[in-house]
């Protein structure tokens, strides 16, 4: 018995932005969400059965979404559906900083505004769930593996980059145990598979090298939606398979 069996009945809804949808990873049903709900287990074997199994799902993450857009459009969606979820993954805050990008001052009251609405965010999606609902929020991937080298992975310069990044993920997890969400660590699954791996500005959905996770430079292509299934697989207390 697992973690797993104690989840309620109900479907799965994933919020958030681009993390966790389906079009940068090669198409439906790819993505680090839909995977969660119904693995592929032509792409990935050793996680046959590693999924959240019959239950409906839905995908309201956007691409470019910011807590913004979470709160004024998905929320809304969310208290619409008919059948409250049980499971709820949030993947939000990296475009909020990006849009501060450069200016590590402007970044960092970015950070505190987005902790601010996260809180907003968790109270009202506890408000849209069943009893015993579990919620879930995703931290926030580094494509430079930590060293800061943003030109690298074509972006401007901006030494601050990693610490910024450090305090977001530091404020994301703080908001999560405020509301007694669980925490996927998609920040820890994805080191070693940005830079160190090859370049994370490959457009390429499904590169051949399967140990590089990024496309575009900020998304997960078909094997990063992978590293973000496990992040949310091991939150929710899933039993992490032998790939």
């Known amino acids: ?62 691409d470019g979404a910011t807590t913004d857009t979470l709160l004024d459009r998905q929320l809304p969606a969310l208290a619409r559906l008919a059948d409250p979820p049980a499971v709820v993954t ?11 990008y450069g200016n590590t001052a402007a970044a960092l009251r970015t950070v505190r505004t987005v902790g601010e609405r996260l809180d907003d965010a968790l109270g009202q999606i506890r408000a849209s769930t069943r009893a015993g609902a579990r919620l879930v929020v995703g931290t926030v991937y580094d494509p430079s593996d930590g060293t800061g080298d943003a030109p690298a992975v074509g972006l401007p310069p901006w030494p601050d980059v ?4 450090d305090e977001l993920n530091t404020t994301l997890r703080a908001a999560a145990r405020r509301h007694g ?63």
């Open 1 to 62: 018995m697992t973690a797993l069996d104690d989840i309620p009945p109900g479907p799965y809804v994933a919020l958030g932005d681009s993390i966790s949808i389906d079009d940068y990873a090669g198409g439906p049903g790819r993505g680090g969400a839909s995977l969660l709900a119904r693995n592929r287990d032509g792409d990935f074997p050793a996680w046959a059965g590693a999924d959240l199994g019959p239950r409906p799902w839905s995908v309201l993450a956007t």
């Open 90 to 100: 949030v993947t939000i805050g990296g475009n909020d900083v990006l849009g501060s």
């Open 162 to 165: 990693v610490s910024v990044l």
């Open 181 to 243: 969400a669980l925490i996927a660590d998609i920040h820890q699954h994805f080191g070693g598979h940005g830079l160190a791996a090859g370049n994370p500005a490959s457009p390429d959905p499904r590169p051949d090298n399967c140990e590089l996770w990024y496309c575009q430079v900020i998304e997960p292509n078909a094997w990063g939606a992978h590293g973000v299934r496990a992040a949310f697989w091991e939150a929710l207390g899933g039993p992490l398979p032998s790939d």
